[in-house]
Every structure is written in structure tokens, then in C-alpha cells.
């Protein structure tokens, strides 16, 4: 990260001896993410994930996905699934499942279904495994019923 900001600043000399620096705030670099495809490949789907410098990056499971992504990759991926399924719903079974799960973390809504799932045929359902994906701040529960992925607030 030090070697990219050094790259970024450029120090221009004043006339009376002031030094002014003209660095571009990492925040307007353009995102790694430009677009995400379904891949499939025979019967198995994959998420197909685009970056900046048109390299393409091929996941199968989702959570191995979070595991490289950080925090503004999964803000960027969240913007382009909700972009794309804005007026038209998903088909394919993982534009489904992306949609549903992204949905799910940034926009929570008391009366969705995923929360309606939670309980189980004798109660509340019971957490069988917790993780946190630290690069994203993304906590997965896996629950009787049903998995989810919830963005954590804040850093513990």
C-alpha cells in the first residue's frame, strides 16, 4: 500500500519555497470489480467476476469469493447485481442466489423471507457454525434452516 501511494503523490515546488503535494485520494481510483457473469461450464455455474484490468476471476462457492473480496469489492459487486436487477428479476439459479444474498446484507427488511426461515419445526433454529470473513466484515451463520451473510458493523 506504501509503494501505491508513492506512485500517487507527486511533489511540486512553489516559488517561495512551499511544497505542495498533489495526490489522488485512493478513494476516486476506479473499483477492481467492473462486472460479474454466471459461468458455466457443462452443468456446474460459477461466479465469474471482472476486474478493472479485464482479468477474470472464477469462483464456485460464494464464500470463497468473500474470503478475496474486501469491503468496497462487495459494496462494488452489491451497486452492479442491484444495477443489473432493478427492473428485471434474476433467472439463472446463482443471479438468484446473489441477489438474494447481497439483498440480505445491505438492505434489511424485518418482513423478508430469510428471516421468516430462521425458525425451525421446534423453535428458533440453532447456529450449527459462525465465521467472519475479516477481509469483508462479513459474518456467515449456518443455522438449521438456512445460511446466512450478514455485514458486521463494526470490528470487535
Request: charged share 30%; proline share 4%.
Amino acid at each position: 500500500e506504501a509503494e501505491e501511494l508513492k506512485r500517487n503523490l507527486e511533489i511540486v515546488p512553489d516559488d517561495e519555497d512551499d511544497v505542495f503535494m498533489n495526490v489522488a485520494p485512493l478513494s476516486s481510483k476506479p473499483p477492481t470489480i467492473m462486472d460479474s457473469k454466471i459461468y458455466k461450464e457443462g452443468k456446474k455455474e460459477h461466479f465469474q467476476i471482472i476486474t478493472a484490468n479485464r482479468n477474470h476471476q472464477i469462483y464456485l462457492a460464494f464464500c470463497t469469493m468473500l474470503k478475496n473480496f474486501d469491503r468496497e469489492d462487495l459494496k462494488v459487486l452489491w451497486k452492479i447485481v442491484k444495477d443489473r436487477f432493478n427492473k428485471l428479476q434474476p433467472k439463472e439459479v446463482l443471479d438468484v442466489f446473489l441477489w438474494h444474498t447481497l439483498k440480505v446484507m445491505f438492505k434489511h427488511f424485518v418482513e423478508d423471507s430469510v428471516w421468516k426461515h430462521r425458525k425451525g419445526p421446534k423453535g428458533l433454529a440453532r447456529v450449527k457454525n459462525w465465521n467472519i470473513f475479516d477481509s469483508c466484515g462479513v459474518h456467515y451463520a449456518t443455522l438449521d434452516t438456512i445460511q446466512l451473510y450478514l455485514l458486521a458493523e463494526k470490528m470487535y
